[in-house]
């Protein structure tokens, strides 16, 4: 199953929320300009998601991170987590 993600690096990445100095520093230090990946583990899960998504990064998520939706139920499967993780990003964009 391929991995969520918010907006892509570059040209479709989210303008309104700019890299910090530290990331602006650290890729021209390294001249490493990768994508970043985030995921959370138990409930921080969506913390970690709609921060990532808010900031145009990937994510990613599964029962192996986290066993319950953003409303505290319980999740019946990965597909009702990737539903769930979805309607996040979906959000996040519009914003």
Not at 16 to 44: F, K, M, N, S, Y
Not at 74 to 82: D, G, M, R
Request: aromatic residues 2%.
């Amino acid at each position: 199953m391929p991995h969520l993600q918010a907006a892509p690096a570059g040209p479709l990445a989210n303008p309104a929320v700019p890299r910090t100095p530290d990331e602006i520093a650290l890729e021209a230090e390294t001249g490493i300009g990768l994508e970043q990946l985030h995921h959370g583990v138990g409930p921080a899960a969506w913390a970690v998601l709609g921060r990532a998504a808010a900031r145009g990064h990937g994510v990613r998520i599964g029962l192996e991170d986290v066993d319950t939706l953003p409303d505290g139920a319980v999740a019946t499967s990965t597909a009702a987590l990737v539903a769930a993780a979805r309607a996040l990003l979906t959000e996040a964009r519009c914003r």
